[in-house]
């Protein structure tokens, strides 16, 4: 199995899951499909495209890191708290917090890290 085709498999996957998934559950889904590929390939190929910023990556409550596939433009992740659905959010609010910050706590903001917890739409109905 070449690394590039691993590459673009694993992509293909996290564009249509749209939800954190495991280097495991990767390889498990992968595996049909790929009968020669290697759990260690996986890991490799995800710490890859996180350098590339093409997935992103948080550890989850059971101490696993489980990736999502991530747009070029500057967001931040709504997560459905039912069934794990990941949404881009853009960031216009936050000069709103910026201006905020400034004045009232006298915090001069360089970076930020935020993360929306909800139900999505699908899950509302
Ligand atoms: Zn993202
Ligand atoms: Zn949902
Ligand atoms: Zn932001």
Known sequence: MYATSTRRAV???????RRYLSAAAIFASLKGSQPKLALSTVYRTLEFLQRLGTVSSRTEASGETAYVYCTD???????C???GHVDEVDCDAMEGFRGALLRNQSFALDEHAIEFYGRCARCRS
């Open 11 to 17: 992509v293909e996957l996290l564009k249509i899951e």
């Open 73 to 79: 433009d500057h967001h931040h992740h709504a997560i």
């Open 81 to 83: 708290t039912v069934c």
